[in-house]
């Protein structure tokens, strides 16, 4: 038996979907690789709820996060970073590395962020161009209210970035009717499919302020993107075999239908979670009310040390959980319930806690 891999990414795969993988490489300029891109880039737009384009990058989630940043913006170009955790201060970081004038909007860690604090900001510095967030924060297990955050970024008329690296085919993200300019998502969260590819939607606003970018850019060129996928390739060699788990992964997940999946995402989001509660343990989100479908994040209990409890999962019981990042590191631990999950995993993640817990310093619950 394969342990069980409960981290936000990389997920388990499906077996129809590590069988495509195996397959014989074919030209990535040929007829037969055009006709599988042509397939996933209509089925993603579907799941992105897009009528703009959408790309798929052979890079992980940050590649596209980074995408999203070079194109569509200049060095000096005021952002605002709305961070709820350490991918929010991540996309903040890129945004710096390329010159822009970045403003910070920081939540406390467990904590949804405000979009009327988002406005006051806006209201103040009009000068900002584009406002970035995170819709599912992994490292805190807490989900934004996009749809409100972009609302009130497309009422001052900014650019929408969006990272929904660790929610898009989990969690309901309407693209265009929430006015999202660029989303971005990686293959090896909720799309069942191992890392290496990094996919993201276009909207037309997007495309104008592409036009006046000047930030540095060569691989992630979004122009060089839509000029190859008009004959159905990428600039690049892509990572072909990728590819064909990408095809079978949104096959399966079509076939079970994205209001099932979602719907799916939640009930076992909330099983987690009353197991964790059962048990004694107490959530790290400050409100049940937006934590995350897709990652249940966990204080570490007192007397209890974390790192430790991880190891005695992984080596006794075959259970594989997420740490804490940045200055959560020891403090909390993370179970990924995204992509190819049901109750009965949850159960067994439970069980295995139920029994380690004992073992690394708990006292009584
Ligand atoms: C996983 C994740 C990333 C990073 O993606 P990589 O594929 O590791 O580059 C960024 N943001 C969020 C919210 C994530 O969950």
């Given at each position: 038996m394969p ?28 007829k ?11 089925s ?23 995408a ?21 201060d ?7 590395a ?6 910070c ?10 979009p ?29 209210d996009?749809?409100s ?13 969006v ?13 265009d ?9 990686g ?12 996919m993201v ?28 996928l ?67 994040a ?10 430790k409890?991880?190891q005695?999962?992984?080596?006794e ?6 740490g ?5 590191e020891g403090?909390?631990?993370r ?13 067994e ?17």
């Amino acid at each position: 038996m394969p342990p069980q891999l409960r981290i936000p990414g990389p997920t388990p795969c499906p077996d129809d979907v590590l069988k495509a993988m195996g397959r014989q490489m074919i030209d990535h300029r040929g007829k037969e690789f055009g006709e599988v891109m042509y397939r996933v880039t209509t089925s993603l737009k579907e799941m992105f709820q897009t009528k703009g384009d959408v790309f798929v990058l052979t890079t992980s989630g940050t590649g596209a996060m980074e995408a999203s940043i070079v194109n569509t913006l200049s060095p000096g170009d005021k952002v605002l970073a709305v961070s709820i955790g350490s991918f929010g201060d991540r996309y903040a970081d890129i945004a710096k590395a390329y010159g822009a004038d970045v403003q910070c909007l920081n939540f406390e860690w467990g904590h949804q962020a405000d979009p009327d604090a988002v406005r006051r900001v806006l209201k103040d510095v009009p000068a900002i161009k584009a406002v970035l967030f995170t819709h599912n924060e992994t490292s805190t297990g807490v989900t934004n209210d996009l749809q409100s955050l972009a609302k009130v970024a497309r009422e001052y008329d900014k650019l929408v970035l969006v990272d929904a690296i660790s929610s898009l085919g989990s969690i309901n993200l309407e693209t265009d009717a929430w006015g999202c300019d660029v989303v971005c998502t990686g293959s090896q969260k909720g799309w069942m499919v191992p890392p290496g590819l990094a996919m993201v939607s276009v909207s037309q606003k997007a495309w104008q302020a592409y036009e006046k970018a000047k930030m540095p850019r060569y691989y992630f060129d979004f122009g060089k993107a839509r000029k190859y996928l008009e004959k159905k390739q990428t600039p690049w060699t892509p990572a072909v075999s990728q590819f064909f788990a990408l095809q079978v992964g949104l096959d399966d997940l079509a076939k079970e239908g994205m209001p099932n999946v979602m719907a799916r995402h939640k009930r076992i989001s909330k099983h987690a979670r009353d197991s964790a509660k059962a048990i004694g343990l107490k959530l790290f989100p400050a409100s049940e009310t937006y934590a995350s479908a897709t990652v249940t994040a966990i204080n570490g209990p007192d007397g209890v040390n974390v790192v430790k409890l991880l190891q005695v999962l992984r080596d006794e019981y075959k259970v594989v959980l997420a740490g804490g990042q940045g200055k959560l590191e020891g403090k909390i631990f993370r179970i990924g319930h995204l992509g190819l999950v049901t109750e009965k995993d949850m159960d067994e993640v439970a069980a295995a806690l139920r029994s380690a817990l004992p073992s690394v310093g708990l006292k009584a619950l």
